[in-house]
């Protein structure tokens, strides 16, 4: 078995796999448990949960990814000194890779737990640690030989979609062409799956999923867990954006327990940035996802617990120690002292008829690597004028032909940071159209042929043969699911909070209920400042807790 030769292995080889001292292993022994394999022996398999992060002592373990298609790569061999594992060990969720004791292997293992106190109690130790599981995540994801597999035309929507949540859900998987790839179509006919039930998604653990919704897969895949109803949490968080991360990390940092929930993905819509030049820290930039999938892992080495993706249904007032409970998805419900309303804000969409038959094919809220790849040399049009609509311009740029960049107003000088303004210009395959707005979209079963504007000041209509459109165009706050949960929102559906309400900074219309990020009404809608809210919002969560009015009796017109 050939090793691996992924960049980020090579590149960064030593923070990877880096092998301890005598002094740190000695240290690290207290977290763990004595183990031994026999030579062959099964350590670790793909799809079921490892038993911790485990230690090598004596012999060689053999770290193997691929498998579910018979081809099968050694990523690493790990010697005395070394250990194995990687992000889904530091919250016990089923492993993407397989282990094999090499030789018979002397070690101790770290379970999940005490790999978290580990990282906290030992700084220094923790932090290397840390580093070589993000390490080695972002080379499996480079590789994409390990993690689901989604069988299908490349151009489907469904594909598109699985595709989608996987990516920004920072899971390894593999895309393959049920139209051109042979091993597709191998495993289309071994399980006899008709073509119009494609795609399939094979996951690790053997089993096959026709279609499947974002909730069945992550379930398979052990990304979502069931919910524990006898568990009380301190706080539990509605949505996993800047905001809800922020708030999650620093609460679970001071002691509080955590559970945070999301119906979609973390990161929100600063996860689907290409690119944040202007976030404090990062002087050469990062891309949304990276700054997020950094939150996301940051809050499970403090413990949160992460139920994504799950939609929170209703917000209710419960008896005894907790204070609110949370319906969920598949009758789950949490209980918590209190909670923080971070659901942030959804897309808007374009009010044209034959829009939603585009969806998730031609038509795109978000510009990452996939849409990327979807429209390499072709023409495209984007139509919004924020720094969203910036970034992604400049972003499809560097792949597409031509972007038409479509703005309602005069100019984007009003509404776009002066650095992309600028960045815009100085691209020759930029054009941008102020005064601009899209009147429709030519095409059939589901594939998009044309797109036809006008400009709002002469009435010229102009049609091009674009097959991707993609939308910029703001949203709306994500505020549906709490039409019935006595929570007051403005007249445009954001969540009041504060002194007009005789409530403490960022409480909402009921105790204990705070909202933070782009759904609190009045908050500024940027990364940095969600981030400062959700530090902020801890503050208010401890005072709430330590007055006692988690297990107050609700009162009357004060629920």
């Known amino acids: 078995m050939s090793q691996s030769t992924n960049p980020i292995f090579g590149a960064r080889r030593d923070q990877a796999f880096p092998t301890l001292a005598e002094a740190d292993i000695d240290r690290m022994r207290r977290f763990g448990e004595a183990s031994f394999y026999a030579a062959g022996e099964n350590i670790i398999t793909a799809g079921d949960v490892a038993p911790g992060l485990i230690v090598v002592l004596s012999g060689k373990v053999d770290i193997i990814q691929g498998g579910g298609l018979g081809r099968r790569e050694t990523i690493v061999t790990h010697g005395p000194g070394s250990f194995v594992g990687e992000l889904a060990q530091l919250s016990a969720r089923p492993s993407l890779v397989n282990a094999q004791a090499a030789d018979p292997v002397e070690a101790f293992v770290i379970p999940s737990q005490r790999l978290r106190d580990l990282m906290v109690q030992e700084a220094n ?110 706080v539990a968080i509605v949505g996993a954006g800047p905001a809800g991360l922020a708030a999650a990390v620093y609460a679970a940092s001071e002691g509080l327990s955590t559970i945070v929930l999301d119906c979609r993905a973390f990161g929100g819509q600063a996860g689907a940035s290409s690119r944040i030049e202007n976030y404090l820290g990062f002087p050469t930039g990062i891309s949304g996802m990276a700054l997020m999938a950094r939150a996301y892992n940051q809050a499970q080495k403090f413990g949160v617990e992460m139920v994504i993706p799950d939609e929170v249904k209703l917000l209710s007032a419960a008896t005894g120690n907790a204070r609110y409970t949370l319906d969920v998805g598949d009758g789950e419900t949490v209980r918590t002292r209190s909670v923080v309303i971070a659901s942030g ?198 005072a709430y807790l330590a007055l006692g009015n988690a297990n107050a009796p609700l009162t009357p017109g004060r629920p």
């Open 125 to 234: 130790l923790g932090e290397r640690i840390m580093r070589a599981l993000i390490l080695r995540r972002v080379g499996l994801l480079e590789s994409s030989t390990s993690g689901p597999i989604i069988i299908g035309p490349q151009d489907n929507s469904d594909v598109l979609r699985l595709q989608g949540f996987l990516a920004r859900s920072g899971q390894p998987h593999r895309v393959l062409d049920s139209e051109s790839d042979p091993c597709a179509k191998t495993l289309v006919e071994r399980f006899d799956v008709d073509p119009h039930h494609l795609p399939i998604v094979l996951c690790p653990n053997g089993r096959l999923l026709l279609n499947p919704g974002e909730k069945d897969l992550a379930r398979c895949i052990g990304l979502l867990r069931p919910i524990d109803a006898d568990q009380l949490y301190d």
């Open 345 to 542: 804000a959804r897309y808007r969409r374009l009010d044209i008829p034959n829009l939603a038959q585009f969806e998730g094919t031609c038509v795109h809220y978000w510009a990452s690597p996939i849409e990327g790849r979807l429209c390499a040399g072709q023409e495209v049009a984007l139509v919004g004028a924020g720094n969203s609509a910036g970034q992604a311009a400049v972003y499809l740029a560097s792949h597409a032909r031509k972007v038409a960049l479509l703005a309602r107003g005069g100019s984007l000088e009003a509404s776009m940071s002066r650095y992309l303004v600028e960045r815009i210009k100085a691209q020759p395959n930029i054009e941008v159209l102020t005064g601009t707005e899209v009147e429709a979209l030519e095409g059939d079963g589901g594939n998009l042929a044309a797109v036809r504007w006008r400009n709002r000041v002469s009435g010229e209509e102009t049609t091009r043969p674009n097959r991707h459109l993609f939308l910029f165009i703001g949203a709306d706050p994500n505020t549906d699911w709490l039409a019935n949960c006595d929570v007051a929102l403005d007249a445009k559906g954001f969540v009041r909070t504060g002194s007009d309400l005789g409530s403490a900074q960022m409480e909402t219309s009921r105790s204990g209920v705070f909202a933070i990020g782009d759904v609190r009404s009045g908050s500024v809608k940027r990364v940095a400042a969600a981030v400062g809210e959700g530090a902020q919002v801890v503050a208010a969560l401890h």
